[in-house]
Every structure is written in structure tokens, then in C-alpha cells.
């Protein structure tokens, strides 16, 4: 009797001894993985870990990316140009290390910028965001870029050195994005907040959701992998094929809506359109109505 169970005693015994060993080997090989913040693992969204993959001499990534999406590094021949920018225009808030922490400042007072990657930078600056016209408002507007292209690349350059990270200058290539997969991926992760009709709305605490109209291209994919303000990172979940698509979507049927079943009444959307158009109806037939009446 005792021989029949002795073999699965040691079995189980080898299994609740292993498996913790098997566990602590595993923790510590994944804790030599270091990962950049707010990123995935997952190829062709966003990442180096991409199709194409190009490096210099020295083995830097100069770009990478896929038929989709070209994500190309800001040249480091920009970076002096670019911190004598940050400190001619950021630094009072973001402190002379782009940390967050500004001369006799406290910590944690103004965003530490170290890490967020080229995009990150490029989008607030391009967008007119920053600098900021109102450093305490809830929410910073889109305004008219302060700085050039050129001069918001070469800020985006020298914060990157300080701490490398991704993701970098989008570049899509919109000639094979499908703008049907767009519409059905804007209406399940975008149209929440930005409504359907892409005019934005409001949100909470004073905050909202901006109007994606004469965006360019690549600032809408910056958008969607950096996640600015309360809007969230699109990384994993989204590949640059899906964001793509997003992004023909935003700058064709939403910035230049061909309105096929009549006028567009200013985009104001399918629930107040309806409410015009049965105003519009209602009132034509109460005056045909009228009409009539009046003539018998």
C-alpha cells in the first residue's frame, strides 16, 4: 500500500519545491528587461520593434517604422539649438534639466519631461500648446505654433538626450489606409470624447476634448501613441496599420466631410440634424396646412 503512493508523493513534493525556484529564476530575468515607460512590446506600434529598422554608424536608431508609419529621430545635431530654445522658453517651468523642477522651484510642480520621447515634445510645441500662454490654466488651448518646425525638433532633440525614449517623428503614409476601418476604430476609441463628428466636447473639472479639425496628419498620430492631456496612451491595443486608418479617417471624411445625403449643416451631428430637419419639416407642412385651409 505504501509503495502505490509513494512516486506521486514525490512528485508533488518536487512541484511545491520547483515551482518557487522556477518563479524567483523567472523575476529575475524579467528585471533585467528594462522598458521605456508608458510603451509596449508589441511590434509595429510606435516602437523600434518594428518592420524597418534603421541605424547609423554608430548604431543609433535613426528610424523605424513600416509601410504605414515612418518614425524618424530628431538629429542630434540639433540638440545644442535646442536646449539654448528650452531655456529661452521652457526652462522658467521645466526647470534647466527638463525634470520639472524650475530654479528655487518645488518638485513635481510642472511636469518632468525626461523619457517622454520625441513625439511627446514635438506635439505640445507644434501644436502651440507650449509655451504655455497660462501656465496655471486647467487645460493649455491649441494656439499658433511659437516655435518653427525646425526649432521644435531641435527642442525634441536635446530633451531626448537627456533620457532616449520613443516614440519619435511619425510620418504616415496614408495611400493604403482604409478609411472604413477608420470610422469603426474612431467611433470605439475615439468618438466618446471627440464625438463622432470629431468637434470635440466637454469633459470634467473644466477640461475637454479638442476638435480634431485642421490637425495635420502627424500630429494626430502623435496624439494617439503619446496621449496628451487626459486623452490615454494608444500603444499596445493600436498597431501603426490601425492608426493609420485613424488618422485617413480624421483628415478625409471628418475634416473634408462630403456630407452625401445633403447639406452638413455645419457638422453639428446625426441627433441635431435630425431635430432641424424635422423643425424644418414640421413647420413646412403646418404652413402648407395653413394654406390650404385659407383657400377653402
Known sequence: MKSRFRVPFIAIAALVVAGPVVGLASAAVAS??????YQTGRSNAGTPNSTNVTKD???????????AITYTAPSSALAALGQSLFLENCASCHGTQANGVPANGTSG???NLVGLGPATIDFWIESGRMPAADP???????????????????????????GPSYPDIPSPNLASANVSNGAALFAL???????IEGDGDALAAGTYAPSLRNIPAYQVVEAIRTGPGNMPRFTGNLSDFQVADIVKYVTTEIQHPQNPGGAGLGGLGPVAEGFVGLLLGVGLLALVGFWVGERQ
Open 109 to 111: 510642480a510642472f511636469p
Open 189 to 195: 476609441n475615439c468618438a466618446a470624447c471627440h464625438t
Open 57 to 67: 554608424s554608430s548604431g543609433n536608431i535613426v528610424s523605424y517604422g513600416n509601410s
Open 32 to 37: 533585467t528587461t528594462v522598458q521605456t515607460p
Open 136 to 162: 496655471r490654466a486647467v487645460q493649455a488651448n491649441r494656439r499658433v505654433a511659437r516655435l518653427t518646425h525646425e526649432q521644435a525638433l531641435a527642442v525634441a532633440a536635446w530633451v531626448n538626450s537627456l
